[in-house]
């Protein structure tokens, strides 16, 4: 697996957040104990009890499960984690406006909807 291996050189694990714990996000976390380097660190969706089941039908511990921030809304996250919303992050070549990028999910998250 290509990026298991370029983790390995990371120095930092990675957190990664999830809108929806559905299908999709189902297949990444039946290989989440396999992987290294990669923190589940929020989930959002609208059912918790729903997300908190998919994450156990997936494999992940009791323990793992604990540790994900699970709420309902972007909104909720953005209070929980205290993000300055002026931050920016720079993955590799890449520089992600936290700001922006949550905005843009939100549109899209209320779309869904």
Do not use: W
């Not at 290509?2 to 999709?24: D, H, M, S």
């Amino acid at each position: 697996m290509f990026l298991n291996t370029k983790l390995q050189f990371r120095e930092k694990p990675i957190k990664v957040a999830f809108i929806g714990c559905g299908k999709f996000v189902s297949m990444f976390l039946a290989q989440y104990n396999q992987l290294q380097k990669i923190t589940i660190d929020t989930i959002v969706d609208i059912n918790i009890d729903n997300a908190k089941k998919n994450c156990f039908k997936s494999g992940l511990t009791t323990k793992t499960v604990d540790k994900i921030n699970l709420v309902t809304s972007l909104d909720e996250a953005i209070v929980k984690k205290d993000i300055n919303k002026d931050q920016s992050i720079r993955l590799d070549d890449v520089e992600l406006n936290l700001l922006e990028d949550v905005v843009k999910a939100r549109k899209y998250q209320y779309d869904l909807i």
